[in-house]
């Protein structure tokens, strides 16, 4: 099987992952554009409205990555002063995380360039692909 693999023809520009990473892409570039953030932060700055106060851990299973770049992500935004980080106060090991008056602020941006940019892109659908394509690629992530 493991051979044959090489011999499977496979076009990458119609590879249906690549397509959907590329736009995504294309999208965070257009929302994020004159920010200084990267994806990993705005998923933080994204998260943090609905689940503030919350631990680095907690941050982890909202954004879907690893301590690893939740940790980096955290620093860069702390450095923005989008956020503040501190011990939590009854387990010395748990870190708390807020957003700064500044990072409320942000949020505010982010949240209508977020919408604008999804509502441009849906806009090349019709009605019906629009309400298929939510509808197909919701399924997919409660699947995950």
Known sequence: MRDQAHTLPFDLSDFLL????????????????DTGLQVPEWRIMMALPANQPCSS??????????????SRAQRR??????????????????????LSDKGDEEVTR????AREVESKMLQQLGPEDRASLKTAIGGLYEKL
Do not use: N, P, W, Y
């Open 18 to 33: 690549f397509q959907m990473s590329v736009i995504a892409g294309r999208a965070f570039q257009r929302i994020m554009e």
């Open 57 to 70: 851990h907690d941050l982890c299973i909202l954004t879907a990555m690893d301590a690893a770049r939740v």
């Open 77 to 98: 935004l702390e450095d923005l002063e989008m956020i503040s980080v501190v011990r939590d106060t009854d387990d010395r090991r748990r870190l708390v995380v807020r």
């Open 110 to 113: 982010l949240k209508f360039a």
